[in-house]
């Protein structure tokens, strides 16, 4: 496939590893060119097939924007726009292509967020809980995609209104944790992802890219991966 990456910092370098390996095409286009999105034209995507996104919370919207508009499939990894999630939705759909988004691309993440799940009854049965995410120093958004989507999944599946809290600690060059702490006064159940690299994130990006190439629709990777 012909990709477009947009981001070739630490994540998205990584995707364009993975890609060439995978034996994609992939261009990279550099924030000096494509401010608000200016590179994403109809005219200059023409021979492209998905761009995927890993830039930040500032850049992403202007960048889902201008690709949806110019009618080509998307996958979005940059977090930290989710107040956005209907608008760009109906922004998809108006438009009839596909896109597909994560707040964690990683297969392991997306196993964790069924054992949250799981964990939620819990809740049910007198446990408090508690979320911890913990980031390298220069992430730009809290709390992580990730722990929101966490406590958006255990509220879910708990049948509560109240959210979990989740606490942020951005240090050194963590690439990415996340905790679940049940405590009822019988015991303590603790549930921790730890990415050791950010390889998972990428390569799981490649494979949405893949998967949601010719498709249509708005997808959350959480509801598809089973099936890459
Ligand atoms: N979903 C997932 O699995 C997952 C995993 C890891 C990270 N993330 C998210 O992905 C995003 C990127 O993370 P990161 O750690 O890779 O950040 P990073 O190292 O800061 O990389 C971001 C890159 O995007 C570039 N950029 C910014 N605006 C752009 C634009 N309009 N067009 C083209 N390039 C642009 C930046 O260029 P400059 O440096 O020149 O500004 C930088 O190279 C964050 O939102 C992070 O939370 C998601």
Redesign the pocket.
């Known amino acids: 496939m012909n990709l477009l990456l ?8 990584l995707v364009a590893d993975v890609a060439a390996e995978r034996q994609h095409n992939v261009r990279t ?4 060119e ?4 200016a ?1 994403l034209t109809a005219e200059n995507l023409c021979d492209v097939e998905v761009v995927i996104d ?7 919207i ?2 889902i924007e201008a690709t949806v508009r110019a009618g080509k499939n998307m996958v979005v ?4 726009w989710y107040g956005e999630l209907d608008r760009i939705r109906h922004l998809v759909e108006r438009h009839k292509t596909g896109f597909i988004y ?5 297969i392991g ?1 997306n196993l964790f967020f069924d054992a949250a799940r799981a964990a939620a009854a819990a809740l049910r049965h007198g446990y408090s809980g508690q979320i911890f995410e913990r980031h ?1 120093a ?4 809290a709390p ?3 722990a929101l989507t966490i406590q958006r999944l255990i509220r879910e599946a708990s049948a509560q209104q109240e959210n979990l809290e989740i606490t942020s600690f951005r240090e050194g060059e963590v690439v ?1 944790l996340h905790e679940v702490v049940l405590e009822s006064s019988n015991d303590r159940i603790y549930l921790c992802h730890d990415a050791k690299s ?1 390889r998972g ?1 990428a390569e ?2 490649v494979l949405a890219a893949e998967w949601i190439a010719g498709k249509k629709g708005f997808y959350d990777f959480k509801d598809v991966w089973r099936e890459l």
């Open positions: 947009l981001g070739r910092g630490k994540t998205g370098s286009v550099e924030i000096e494509n401010r608000g999105g590179a890993f830039t930040t919370p500032s850049s992403v202007a960048n990894g940059t977090t930290g994560a707040a964690n691309f990683s993440v390298h220069h992430k730009k958004d992580s995609g990730t990415g950010r994130f799981g990006a």
